[in-house]
């Protein structure tokens, strides 16, 4: 198969820790199986994996969605460890803020305007994300420049040079986030990954960004347990509320690439512009089947299409986020919407 290679680890050991909770490792470099990655050439330091411990399971996660945010926009290697290193500074990695507040928020603790987003917007990890990328791309030779002085001319900040002492920190995140270390192994519900997905799985080279992104965080909720009502922020957490169901698992995966969605099935089978059928479909379209309490005019399941017949998605109380083919579902298929342009 042709196309963009996912990296898809269970997880990552890192001490005791595991770092799964943003959901997708290395979407757009390395292979299934958690081959080292080729390296994209950086000015900054020589990762050292140890750094990582230091970080804990909030940080990690938030830093995973900046790393999957600029992999999908094909921001190299370097910028995505310049906004890392960034987010540390302003915020230790942690979404600082409430909206009814006057003042910096976020994780790269920006001020709500017409530059950077409303408050709700700015605690969104995602719109951050995005919002300090389109400054960073917008630097003058950034690329060749030392970290510091660019995170300064995104953030503007009064204390240019404190950035760069979290270069190493940051390379190392993004190399571990990336799957760089090959150190990534199967666990945490997610064993069947490998064995789930064709060998060398890749998706189509006509997959959007926003699509490649939400069908990697997707997979990355792979083997964790099925919650009616439950949003998905958290599916790992143990706490059910916090677990996907099949709308909330679409819902967070789009919200990760940036794009809002609605949160139930009712409306979710109403967005974007329809598909005619199933050989149509194209990676990241919302597929949409009577369920066991809708009808074809009125679907009440959905999953994810990514590609290559498979459906992501989350079937019912009592199983788990998983993958499906979608031959077996094209009898049943009520509507397909592609949710972006």
Request: include cysteine; charged fraction near 15%; hydrophobic fraction near 40%.
């Amino acid at each position: 198969m042709t196309g963009r290679p996912i990296l898809l680890c269970g997880a990552v050991a890192i001490g005791a820790m595991v770092l799964c909770a943003a959901g997708v490792i290395g979407i757009f470099g390395g292979t299934l199986a958690c081959s080292r990655q080729p390296a994209t050439p950086s000015p900054g330091p020589v990762p050292d994996a140890t750094r990582v411990e230091r970080y804990d399971r909030e940080q990690l996660s938030n830093a995973t969605t900046i790393v999957v945010v600029g992999a999908g926009r094909g921001v190299p290697t370097y910028g995505q460890i310049i906004a890392v290193a960034t987010a540390i500074e302003q915020s230790s990695l942690r979404n600082i803020g409430r909206p009814e507040h006057d003042g910096p928020l976020g994780l790269f603790q920006q001020r709500s305007n017409n530059q950077w987003g409303t408050p709700q917007q700015l605690l969104d990890p995602a719109h951050a994300a995005n919002t300090f990328y389109d400054k960073l791309l917008g630097v003058p030779n950034w690329a060749q420049r030392p970290l510091a002085d660019v995170a300064h001319a995104v953030q503007h900040s009064r204390h240019r040079d404190a950035y760069a002492r979290w270069e190493a920190d940051a390379a190392a995140i993004v190399a571990v986030t990336t799957g760089a270390y090959g150190r990534c192994h199967a666990g945490d519900g997610m064993a069947a990954v490998a064995q789930a997905l064709p060998a060398n799985f890749s998706l189509p080279d006509d997959t959007p960004p926003a699509a490649a992104i939400a069908i990697g965080w997707a997979l990355g909720q792979l083997g964790t347990p099925y919650s009616f009502g439950g949003d998905c922020t958290d599916a790992r957490s143990g706490d059910p509320a916090k677990q996907c169901d099949c709308s909330s698992l679409i819902q967070q995966a789009y919200r990760a690439s940036g794009l809002t969605l609605p949160r139930v099935t009712d409306d979710q089978q109403h967005i974007g512009m329809p598909v005619a059928s199933l050989s149509n479909a194209r990676a990241g379209d919302l597929v949409f089947i009577p369920g066991a309490t809708g009808t074809r005019t009125d679907p009440g399941h959905v999953g994810l299409y990514i590609g290559h017949h498979l459906i992501v998605h989350a079937p019912h109380t009592g199983d788990v986020v998983k993958l499906t083919n979608a031959d077996g579902w094209a009898p049943r298929i009520a509507k397909i919407r592609r949710p972006f342009g």
